[in-house]
């Protein structure tokens, strides 16, 4: 069984970055980010009507990448992701399904990587929340999504390579303790 590890947090903390370079050091697929695609097709222009296919694409991102799969599969972000933001620029808009699903499919994580605010904002067209108040409320978000779900997670701070040092060594514990119970 493939354990599927989402790198999760608010905006402009490094998730992208994280989980290529976790793909590429376990040699594992990584599921893109669907909205920075769909963002650049549609030249900036979401609207709420768009959160229905927006999930579906990410939802197929993943899946394409899980059909590679061995033993590890990196999501950069996932649907609780999706909830959030469309609660955050669409108050009331949430499709109920997408609820659901986003409910559903986060039991399906074998862990979730939060990635801390502690990096410096890195403003560019698709980001939203660049002051320090705002970036604090999307990190108490996230985490409380984690923690209201009861959902495996780590939290990831520090510079890039301390962040990826950590997320190495707890997966590598994950896993040796995943083939610790496969031989019991």
């Known amino acids: 069984?493939?354990?599927?590890?989402?790198?999760?947090?608010?905006?402009?903390?490094?998730?992208?970055?994280?989980?290529?370079?976790?793909?590429?050091?376990?040699?594992?697929?990584?599921?893109?980010?669907?909205?920075r695609e769909f963002w650049d097709a549609h030249d900036g222009q979401v609207t709420a009507d768009d959160l229905e296919t927006i999930a579906r694409g990410q939802i197929a991102n993943e899946q394409q990448a899980a059909s590679g799969a061995r033993d590890l599969l990196f999501c950069?972000?996932?649907?609780?992701?999706?909830?959030?933001?469309?609660?955050?620029?669409?108050p009331g808009r949430c499709p109920v399904w997408l609820r659901r699903a986003a409910d559903e499919r986060s039991r399906h994580y074998a862990l979730y990587l939060l990635c801390d605010i502690d990096l410096p904002f890195v403003a560019d067209e698709q980001r939203c929340f660049p002051a320090s108040a705002d970036r604090e409320h999307c990190r108490q978000l996230w985490r409380a999504a984690l923690v209201e779900r009861n959902l495996p997670f780590v939290d990831i701070r520090g510079h890039q390579s301390q962040r990826l040092a950590t997320a190495i060594t707890t997966i590598t514990s994950l896993i040796a303790l995943r083939h610790g119970q496969q031989m019991n």
């Open 1 to 35: 069984m493939t354990l599927r590890i989402a790198v999760y947090g608010a905006e402009s903390t490094g998730k992208s970055t994280l989980a290529q370079q976790l793909a590429a050091h376990f040699e594992a697929p990584c599921a893109q980010e669907y909205v």
């Open 76 to 90: 950069d972000t996932e649907l609780i992701t999706n909830t959030l933001w469309a609660d955050l620029l669409f």
